[in-house]
């Protein structure tokens, strides 16, 4: 398992690692290169129960994908804007457990390896599936996501609060969605 996580390291990165490493012995090393592996992935590339088993989905059987999707491999992937700006990824996905729906993708922005970079809840509605570059598209420009509403990953905001969610959604152009309460 090492030795493919290494495998597929050296292909994922832009850096290169020695021509003559092809395993480790390190343990330590080597768990710390498969967690950066895998949030280097896409949806296919973390798929462990062969949801999207084929590159078309218009075949039949090939799987849910691309209107049904498990939550668990879209956390990580990349979100761009229309000019192809990387502008973070996915960090979490919040449920609105009164509708049964994705609320909120949570986009982190800016830091390396989690330090100094700031997260953003961004609705689902106004996020896209790219499943030709297989990330997620976001219509706003690099400059306004740093502006925009956002906060660090020990402060959340209250996501239910319905005048936060109202705020959220104009910023985004989206129309927020209310429910019943929960029982």
Same mark, same amino acid.
């Given at each position: 398992?090492?030795?493919?996580?290494?495998?597929?390291?050296?292909?994922?990165?832009?850096?290169?690692? $020695?021509?003559?490493? &092809?395993?480790?012995? /390190?343990?330590?090393?080597?768990?710390?290169?498969?967690?950066?592996? =895998?949030?280097?992935?896409?949806?296919?590339?973390? &798929?462990?129960?062969?949801?999207?088993?084929? @590159?078309?989905?218009?075949?039949?059987?090939?799987?849910?994908?691309? @209107?049904?999707?498990?939550? /668990?491999?879209?956390?990580?992937?990349?979100?761009?804007?229309?000019? /192809?700006?990387?502008?973070?990824?996915?960090?979490?996905?919040?449920? &609105?457990?009164? %509708?049964?729906?994705?609320?909120?993708?949570?986009? %982190?922005?800016?830091?390396?390896?989690?330090?100094?970079?700031?997260?953003?809840?961004?609705?689902? %509605?106004?996020?896209?599936? &790219?499943?030709?570059?297989?990330?997620?598209?976001?219509?706003?420009?690099?400059?306004?996501?740093?502006?925009?509403?956002?906060?660090?990953?020990?402060?959340?905001?209250?996501?239910?609060?319905?005048?936060?969610?109202?705020?959220?959604?104009?910023?985004?152009?989206? =129309?927020?969605?209310?429910?019943? $309460?929960?029982?």
């Amino acid at each position: 398992m090492i030795n493919v996580a290494l495998r597929r390291l050296k292909r994922h990165i832009s850096w290169r690692l $020695p021509a003559d490493v &092809d395993e480790f012995n /390190d343990v330590p090393v080597a768990h710390s290169m498969m967690f950066f592996l =895998e949030i280097m992935m896409n949806y296919t590339e973390r &798929d462990t129960y062969g949801m999207y088993k084929s @590159e078309s989905h218009a075949e039949a059987g090939a799987g849910p994908g691309p @209107e049904l999707m498990g939550a /668990d491999t879209l956390v990580g992937n990349d979100v761009h804007n229309q000019s /192809d700006e990387k502008l973070g990824d996915v960090k979490e996905i919040m449920l &609105d457990m009164r %509708s049964g729906k994705v609320a909120y993708a949570v986009l %982190s922005f800016g830091g390396f390896l989690g330090m100094g970079e700031k997260l953003f809840a961004v609705p689902w %509605s106004a996020l896209t599936l &790219d499943t030709e570059n297989k990330c997620f598209v976001l219509n706003v420009d690099k400059e306004r996501l740093e502006n925009a509403p956002g906060f660090d990953k020990d402060q959340w905001p209250d996501m239910a609060d319905p005048e936060w969610a109202k705020n959220i959604h104009a910023y985004y152009g989206t =129309e927020a969605t209310t429910d019943a $309460p929960l029982h």
